[in-house]
């Protein structure tokens, strides 16, 4: 497989000419950041994804983690290159100053995120997990948890978890029985079974920091007596350094389809000692404020895998040479054409390529915002808060389906060469269909917008959403397509406020084709909009790319709106027909 | 995973109640043969591919295949299933009667060779390329070679491989460069390298025969140069005994992304001897009289994957208990409702059950013109061949595509655990995931049935197409959906008509949406005519689900087809107009 490139063009024309990064920063009050700075730190971090991260992506899936006597061993040079990460302090990019991070916006790091996750999906994956943890604990951890954990959780001295599942209780956490039992001196015992653990152990860090679920003995029943606690692997000695082992450990690692370069653990907790984080009862809210952003970071492993995906199928459609192109011969030395030539080739990876820039435009659409809900007014904050609790599972959900979908598509360019493991495309779907599942199944995440954020507030969200994304429309310069987004954009709206008033069983059924409506409708105003700022970049080739490629997304993508359209507004009665033996007549 | 069910109350109805079987074979002359006879044998065939295929699945991926001093082995117990495969007369079902052969009817064959994909894609996939071999020489190969090799082809005792791709050649066999010269004898000397070869070696069988494309000395340039050569592994004696070696080598086996337990070899020609099978430069029309068949035959494999992802999801789903579902408590012993009352999972099993039910009958009535095409009147014949011509690049890209689909949902019903290997559903992801890349790229299927089966005769195929299925609609009894099926089908040969005009760069950047177009419409009518039917049914359960599922098709797949049809009616520009280093502003 070719050298990963990173994209540093359209993060540039994204960031700087359509997002205008630079009266961004300045109207939030940190001047001191501007798109110059943000393509310095792009370009540092594209060569950490490129020349340490990607290189061990191939050999780490064929090696695969070990668990040997109770030790957690990841793939050869993965420890070294986290090692190189914590030290150049790409760790520490959004930690909060107060315990030595460095706060830059979202719309710096979250490219180099969408980087990591290009270069290797497996490696990302602990240092996200990291960093969400960071969240939990800097927003709801007490002084004193702060103080202990959080400087070198943000260094990546040490690393974090996050605990929710067990075996009985998954996308229902209102089942989970893990305990907490309290002791007198304001710890507790935590005892019980925790599985898909990501890096619940490895040989990167002095010290793991699991934030886990469990119910205190009073605890009221379902998912209102769970609380929330920070169990250390090694406990800490009174100059808070590393010292007796917990009684936690690695139980077993999983044998998975892809990702297999990231340790999957089975937890035990044994009277493992931890201490609350946030209040008694309130654990699933503490997970929820980490959520938003643990959902689109998985949004953006999906968009990570299918930019690899593209660029590899790119470089093999140039290269490889099979038949004549219909629309006449383009390699007259040769005996055939680059099949990159053939029409079905070019839609192929113009699908890819359509769906990937308007993911990428969504992230950074989506980490403006998070840098708005951060540091903009309070009404602005509350604006962008309704923005992102809206998008998040739209960015989670459509980003991973179309991540399987564009490798997937990788593959079919190479032909059969897609189905050998040494060209690497195949890893690619297989690493990446874990994100469809993980941070709450796709399904979930459809009944999350649809049954929460669409509908709350009397359609709050949606009017926020509706607005920011209308402010994109209202920019444009070409009334023939700003015409065609604000129909594109109208359209949606209606078809979305008829959606309000569903029972909470059709809101159900139509969750899935609804939101792939949205993704797919919103992509489209991006498109314009992209598009619209394009014809006035210097980059002629970018302004007539973007323009080709809207034309593409319009006429071959979006039609598929109004399938799932279609099929949601079915309504539920096909769905919920079937029942019992009508499944397999026996 | 549970053990799998074979689908036989589908078979049975489709076969003697929708395809009215017995009156199908008295009508052939092969009175003989009865719907009770297919049901007989298809209990053995389910009997067979459920006790001695399926277990050594899992374990088969698991292990996979080596090749060790030259020699390839297969994972445990594959060999011994093969041996009593073939001592139970299995591999000899299609064989001719001249040739020790049973000839069945194709309507029985086909849903054994269904369940064996659904038992082990890699176990199946050796005997159906024997199965081709089979047909290659049957047809197009002297007497003189079908009394060496036909016998021990059919009965199983050798097994037989196709030889076609080379590195620097897949699609475009125009550039292959193996070269055959001209013996004294008759026979030819053989050189080149294959790669991709199914079973090019084995631990099954005493022989393995060779059909390898090859160039003369005096070729004409192009796929016009191509000759057919039969190689067996083993030279035969005068007692047509495998004896001496002849040049023939494996040098080594690919590592895949799946199907791991059926060795893909490269292999070495070296002055191998071998022997024209057909007319000299005539070898891709020889492969062409079974490239039907083959095609067809992966098309069943998605088919068989499909069905072990839906028996896996459905049972794991009316298992799972999590979460209420919304349309009222359905466990109120339990602590939550079991997952397959939730709506969204009903919307995904039943995306798989209305897509496996569909294509299944539309294997069975592709094998019912199979039938027709080797039995019937020289009238039948004709027509039967124009539809199998027609419908064979949609069964096998669209059976195929609906794998991966309907595999991934698999996947995704089982959440977290969908993932884990233990458990067997991202195995059958990763297992069908090749039958969209062989025997010709889906891509390649689309080409082939815009650019050759519409167009061809000024759309003769398609007026055959049309005949069959318009002559299930003139059978359905209900006067509502008897119209609504007439429109369908009326509406996409009106639309495919729209399509003869094209050129070939428009054409080639419609076909794999034309292509999609039409499945979806098709199985459509499929379904309203297998509704139809049921409706008279005596299996009551049967009855009622057959209505409800194709509501739901109706109502919640087939709003696909539009979203097909404006992508591809939006013509080629769009697709055509990206170019050069517009993909990747570089």
């Given at each position: 497989m070719p050298l990963y490139t990173p994209p540093t063009t359209d993060f540039q024309f994204l960031l700087r000419d359509w997002l205008a990064l630079d009266a961004h920063y300045e109207k939030l009050g940190i001047?001191?950041?501007d798109s110059e700075l943000a393509a310095e730190i792009i370009s540092q971090g594209a060569k950490f994804a490129v020349d340490v991260v990607a290189p061990l992506n191939r050999d780490g899936d064929e090696e695969g983690c070990k668990l040997e006597n109770g030790k957690v061993s990841t793939p050869k040079g993965f420890a070294d290159a986290y090692q190189e990460y914590v030290a150049n302090g790409w760790n520490a990019m959004l930690g909060s100053a107060e315990y030595d991070g460095q706060e830059l916006p979202y719309t710096m790091a979250v490219p180099v995120h969408e980087m990591l996750n290009t270069a290797n999906l497996s490696w990302r994956l602990t240092t996200m997990l990291t960093e969400s943890a960071v969240l939990a604990v800097t927003k709801h951890a007490s002084d004193d948890l702060k103080n202990k954990y959080l400087a070198k959780l943000i260094s990546g001295e040490w690393t974090g978890t996050m605990n929710l599942t067990e075996p009985h209780a998954g996308t229902d956490l209102s089942l989970l029985n893990t305990k907490a039992e309290p002791q007198d001196d304001g710890s507790y015992k935590i005892t019980g079974n925790k599985i898909f653990i990501t890096a619940g152990d490895q040989d990167w860090s002095s010290n793991v920091i699991h934030l886990v679920l469990a119910r205190l003995p009073d605890a009221p029943k379902g998912v209102k007596g769970i609380s929330l606690f920070l169990v250390p692997k090694l406990l800490l000695d009174e100059n808070n350094e590393p010292a007796k082992a917990n009684n936690v450990s690695v139980g077993s690692i999983e044998h998975k389809m892809g990702i297999k370069a990231s340790p999957t653990c089975v937890m035990n907790y044994d009277d493992a000692t931890g201490w609350l984080v946030g209040e008694e009862h309130q654990g699933l809210a503490c997970m929820f404020t980490m959520m938003n952003d643990a959902r689109f970071q998985v949004g953006l492993q999906g968009l990570g895998a299918a930019e690899a995906s593209y660029q590899g199928a790119l470089a093999y459609a140039r290269e490889r040479v099979q038949s004549r192109a219909p629309q006449g011969v383009q390699n007259p030395e040769g005996k055939a054409d680059p099949i990159v030539f053939q029409p079905d080739v070019a839609r192929m990876l113009l699908t890819q390529k359509a769906q990937i820039e308007g993911a990428r435009a969504l992230s950074l659409f989506y980490a403006k915002h998070m840098d708005i809900e951060k540091l903009g007014s309070e009404d602005e904050k509350v604006q962008a808060e309704k923005v992102l609790q809206f998008l998040t599972p739209i960015c989670k959900a459509y980003m991973t389906d179309m991540g399987l979908e564009t490798t997937s598509i990788g593959v079919q360019v190479f032909?059969?060469?897609?189905?050998?493991?040494?060209?690497g495309m195949e890893q690619l779907m297989r690493d990446v269909r874990i994100a469809m599942l993980y941070e709450g199944t796709n399904g979930i995440q459809a009944l999350d917008l649809i049954g929460r954020k669409l509908t709350r507030d009397g359609g709050d969200m949606l009017a926020a959403t509706y607005d920011a994304f209308n402010a994109l429309v209202t920019d444009m310069s070409d009334a023939e397509n700003k015409a065609l987004a604000q129909g594109l954009l109208d359209d949606w709206r209606a078809s979305s406020a008829d959606c309000l008033g569903m029972d909470a069983t059709t809101a159900a059924a139509a969750a899935c084709d609804y939101l792939a409506y949205t993704a797919y409708s919103l992509l489209g105003v991006l498109w314009y909009s992209m598009a619209d700022t394009a014809a006035n970049s210097d980059n002629a080739v970018l302004a007539s790319s973007k323009q080709k490629t809207r034309d593409f997304y319009i006429a071959r993508i979006l039609p598929r709106r109004d399938a799932h359209k279609a099929a949601y507004c079915a309504g539920p009665d096909s769905t919920l027909a079937v029942a019992g033996s009508e499944f397999d007549y026996l």
């Open positions: 001047g001191d950041f032909g059969g060469h897609g189905f050998i493991r040494e060209w």
